[in-house]
């Protein structure tokens, strides 16, 4: 769960930010690195360098008339032609079967956060890359699947199982689902299970369903280390949107280049029953609007709905640390996330796009993006963000390795946060494909992201390189800015 566990009143504030975009010289089309298999269906990328298309497919539609739809899978033997991470090698001339059609892929992921500032250990206001001055083992997923594949009439299956391990695993649990196994820095956590079936039902391409646990459809930055076009994660990212839901998505094809998505959920990294946070339904709401402009642009704009804390009692630990159950009123207190994201492709080399995010009526923020692939091995990122939190609850430090999950099951849990305050964060990095390692590699690809990061509070506060305690929480001795330093080294298949 990528947000708050806990609904506050604040007053209401208008979204007026602006982020940078930053240009950079020549360059020429760089190749995706695979991550783990076909995800959930995922719109609005931000530049092909961003989204491996292995792990998160587009949600658009290319035709509408001329040629046959993407998604009737009539090609069989094309649907299921042997790609990376097949795990049969299909004999020429012989006709696959479905099952030859299985995939596996591994990725691995290692970095560290250099920050010599830090009174507190930790970098603020992040969740995978906390740990300053620690090289950590971030995650290792590895994923079983099959693509959406012609079964006759028109009907495709296909299917995800997914999992991690590693210090990511902390702060990607969904609760019912072996949470609280592990209660260490390195955890473990499924990330995916899903059915995916296509119908060639009522809409001329056809309708898209996904049944299980999802990876969340909004925000712009995924889970995978490849999904993401930095090792550390844009606030809104990390607070706002979901990691999880678990339940039933449909994308309708209305048109060549619109659709419609629809879902019902258990809420976020959440399941059913005691494992739930409460006893409402929650769900998805959006459009898609693909392939625009001659197929430059991409827009979405989607809302996640419903009662999101938790109906439980508030419990209290012998320490002093509190739970987020707030009773049977959390069945009724609605929660409303939205996400609008544009993504424009300048030319073949670079991409530029905005993301804004509103969680009503606690935060919202805007992130631009700027790709810029300068050789086929080396593509320049840029991310600029303006994030308002209203209340001070939201931007929170899970402190301890097991206090996201002790939240989301209405446990006490370590925290600390800082006053209300509007952050600016601005990064720059390269996405970088070292070829004279992946040349010798047989199998997969290795990047490396070395990146360099600054966090400023723009109203006073002083909420970085200090921590609280049980007793004052809320920090405001720290400083008012944070400078840190980032790599990370992943291997794919």
């Known amino acids: 769960m990528r947000q708050t566990l806990t609904d506050r009143s604040a007053f209401k504030f208008v979204l007026l930010s602006c982020c940078a975009a930053f240009l950079c010289e020549t360059g020429t089309p760089t190749a995706h690195a695979q991550t783990s298999a076909p995800a959930q269906v995922q719109v609005g990328d931000i530049a092909k360098t961003l989204k491996p298309e292995e792990a998160e497919k587009g949600a658009g539609t290319p035709t509408d008339g001329e040629e046959p739809p993407a998604t009737s899978l009539s090609e069989e033997e094309e649907a299921m032609k042997p790609k990376a991470g097949n795990l049969f090698h299909v004999k020429p001339g012989h006709t696959p079967t479905y099952w030859e059609g299985l995939e596996g892929h591994v990725s691995i992921e290692a970095g560290i956060s250099g920050n010599p500032w830090t009174r507190s250990g930790r ?139 629809l879902g019902v959920d258990a809420g976020n990294s959440t399941t059913f029953g005691a494992s739930g946070n409460n006893n409402k339904p929650k769900g998805y709401f959006g459009l898609a609007w693909n392939k625009l402009m001659d197929g430059k642009l991409d827009v979405h704009a989607i809302g996640h709905f419903g009662p999101q804390g938790n109906n439980g009692r508030t419990i209290v630990s012998p320490t002093g640390w509190v739970s987020a159950g707030i009773g049977k009123q959390a069945n009724s207190l609605m929660q409303y996330n939205a996400d609008v994201m544009a993504t424009y492709h300048i030319n073949d080399k670079m991409t530029v796009s905005v993301d804004g995010t509103y969680l009503h009526d606690d935060a919202y923020g805007v992130t631009t993006y700027f790709s810029y692939d300068i050789h086929p091995w080396l593509t320049f990122n840029a991310r600029g963000e303006i994030f308002r939190d209203n209340t001070g609850g939201v931007i929170t430090e899970y402190s301890s390795f097991n206090s996201l999950t002790q939240a989301l099951s209405n446990q006490p849990f370590p925290y600390y946060n800082a006053l209300p305050t509007t952050y600016g964060e601005l990064t720059v990095g390269v996405f970088y494909r070292p070829e004279f390692v992946n040349k010798r590699l047989s199998l997969g690809g290795f990047t490396i992201r070395p990146e360099i990061r600054l966090d400023k509070s723009l109203n006073g506060t002083h909420p970085f390189n200090q921590a609280g305690t049980v007793q004052n929480p809320t920090v405001n001795n720290g400083t008012n800015n944070m400078l840190w330093f980032s790599c990370d080294a992943t291997w794919s298949f």
């Open 123 to 261: 970098n603020f206001a992040q969740y995978y890359s906390d740990r300053a001055n620690t090289v950590t083992l971030n995650q290792i997923i590895g994923s079983l699947s099959h693509p959406v594949t012609s079964v006759g009439s028109g009907y495709g299956i296909g299917f995800v199982l997914e999992a991690m391990y590693g210090s990511d695993a902390r702060f990607d649990p969904t609760i019912g689902m072996g949470s609280g196994s592990l209660h260490g820095l390195y955890q473990w956590a499924p990330t995916q299970a899903h059915l995916d079936v296509h119908l060639p039902w009522i809409f001329k391409r056809g309708i898209d369903v996904q049944i299980g646990q999802m990876y969340g459809i909004m925000g712009a930055e995924g889970t995978p280390a490849l999904a993401r076009p930095f090792y550390t994660y844009n606030y809104a990212s990390d607070y706002i949107v979901p990691f999880q839901t678990v339940g039933i998505l449909a994308t309708m094809h209305l048109t060549r280049h619109m659709d419609w998505i």
